[in-house]
């Protein structure tokens, strides 16, 4: 752990902020392992030439966090895709229902079954639009589960 700066130091115009070995003040006890922190200088009086070394401005970030345009960014520039739920002549209705509901996130019961007929009535139904790879996850569980499922770009964005 560092040495903080404690009070102040003066500086002429034509300091040179890099210490010396020898130096009879250095800044830092020991090697300062801290070269690259941000310094704030202040003036004292105009034309002088003589200003005091205030804190060090410390820029704190979250390692790996993307900023909010990079996030719009990628999600404009991944389409969304179609789960498409197909009808078939082996599952039985409540069946259905009951596999939408554990496999498809924040699913309900109405929607559920407001899916369930439609695939039964007019041969398919969509099921949700959303990225490629949960599109391909949620098609491989349908699937998984024995249901026809298939997926599709969502070309128009509905």
Same mark, same amino acid.
């Given at each position: +752990?560092? /040495?903080?700066?404690?009070?102040?130091?003066?500086?002429?115009?034509?300091?040179?902020?890099?210490?010396?070995?020898?130096?009879?003040? &250095?800044?830092?006890?020991?090697?300062?392992?801290?070269?690259?922190?941000?310094?704030?200088?202040?003036? /004292?009086?105009?034309?002088?030439?003589?200003?005091?070394?205030?804190?060090?401005?410390?820029?704190? /970030?979250? &390692?790996?966090?993307?900023?909010?345009?990079?996030?719009?960014?990628?999600?404009?520039? %991944?389409? &969304?895709?179609?789960?498409?739920?197909?009808?078939?002549?082996?599952?039985?209705?409540?069946?259905?229902? @009951?596999?939408?509901?554990?496999?498809? &996130?924040? +699913? /309900?019961?109405?929607?559920?079954?407001?899916?369930?007929?439609?695939?039964?009535?007019?041969?398919?139904?969509?099921?949700?639009?959303?990225? @490629? %790879?949960?599109?391909?996850?949620?098609?491989? @569980?349908?699937?998984?589960?024995?249901?026809?499922?298939?997926?599709?770009? %969502?070309?128009?964005?509905?």
């Amino acid at each position: +752990m560092g /040495t903080a700066i404690v009070g102040s130091i003066a500086l002429s115009s034509n300091h040179v902020f890099n210490p010396e070995p020898g130096d009879r003040q &250095p800044l830092c006890k020991g090697p300062c392992n801290y070269r690259g922190m941000l310094l704030a200088v202040s003036t /004292t009086s105009p034309g002088r030439g003589v200003g005091l070394l205030e804190r060090p401005v410390i820029e704190k /970030t979250a &390692p790996g966090r993307e900023s909010e345009f990079d996030l719009r960014k990628s999600r404009k520039t %991944a389409p &969304p895709y179609r789960v498409i739920l197909h009808n078939d002549d082996f599952n039985k209705r409540e069946y259905v229902v @009951q596999v939408l509901l554990k496999v498809i &996130p924040g +699913m /309900t019961l109405d929607i559920a079954v407001n899916i369930m007929q439609e695939a039964h009535h007019n041969g398919l139904s969509v099921v949700i639009i959303c990225a @490629q %790879a949960d599109a391909e996850e949620h098609c491989l @569980q349908l699937r998984g589960n024995g249901l026809s499922s298939t997926i599709e770009p %969502a070309s128009d964005g509905c």
